[in-house]
T-cell receptor
Framework: AQTVTQSQPEMSVQEAETVTLSCTYD???????LFWYKQPPSRQMILVIR??????QNATENRFSVNFQKAAKSFSLKISDSQLGDAAMYFC??????????????FGRGTQLTVWP | KAGVTQTPRYLIKTRGQQVTLSCSPI?????VSWYQQTPGQGLQFLFE???????NKGNFPGRFSGRQFSNSRSEMNVSTLELGDSALYLC???????????????FGPGTRLTVL
């Protein structure tokens, strides 16, 4: 079964600084997607960034970038120039690219990010 | 384009009652997935529907059921409510998960269910 582990329940960062959130996962598949979702206090789940496993290049979206290490099954999120609006719970998630459960997301337990002014 | 909508947003029930939650996907989306979010268990997959057919099911008891209508709207039902069913129930819609094609899943705002 696919498992996603986030070892940091809480993280904090000063505004304008950089923070990295960690995620590891376990799978026997070779084709899959990895995601970082943000859930602010409104509870609306928002996709931050995704990575296709077959792509060697790390995904970037403005201030958000990932460090994808396929062999190590590691997928960290770096937030640069942190802003107060980045404060939220961040979830790492996995989704298979093929097979009977390909529509299902497997989530980690989340990392609560606090941003200090 | 309107986003995913869930109704009601908040619900209070008592043990033993049943409840029905509704999810309206983004127009044109045919896949709807449901997730339960609790502080203790985190985010857990309930089921996924595609074109009125249940395609995937998570490890929940038979008290949890769902269905999807021809307009892709989905409902989930929980019978004989227990205190532990108190949770945020999220649904997500997408065009459909197809091998080799990425379709983003968009989440609704959730329904907060409290069981007393």
């Amino acid at each position: 079964a696919q498992t996603v582990t986030q070892s940091q329940p809480e993280m904090s960062v000063q505004e304008a600084e950089t923070v990295t959130l960690s995620c590891t996962y376990d799978t026997s598949e070779s084709d899959y997607y990895l995601f970082w979702y943000k859930q602010p206090p409104s509870r609306q789940m928002i996709l931050v960034i995704r990575q296709e496993a077959y792509k060697q290049q790390n995904a970037t979206e403005n201030r958000f970038s990932v460090n994808f290490q396929k062999a190590a099954k590691s997928f960290s999120l770096k937030i640069s120039d942190s802003q107060l609006g980045d404060a939220a719970m961040y979830f790492c998630a996995y989704r298979r690219e093929r097979g009977s459960t390909l529509g299902r997301l497997y989530f980690g337990r989340g990392t609560q990010l606090t941003v200090w002014p | 384009k309107a986003g995913v909508t869930q109704t009601p947003r908040y619900l209070i029930k008592t043990r033993g009652q049943q409840v029905t939650l509704s999810c309206s996907p983004i127009s044109g989306h045919r896949s709807v997935s449901w997730y339960q979010q609790t502080p203790g268990q985190g985010l857990q997959f309930l089921f996924e529907y595609f074109s009125e057919t249940q395609r995937n099911k998570g490890n929940f008891p038979g008290r949890f059921s769902g269905r999807q209508f021809s307009n892709s709207r989905s409902e989930m039902n929980v019978s004989t409510l227990e205190l532990g069913d108190s949770a945020l129930y999220l649904c997500a819609s997408s065009l459909g998960t197809i091998v080799g094609i990425y379709n983003e899943q968009f989440f609704g705002p959730g329904t907060r269910l409290t069981v007393l």
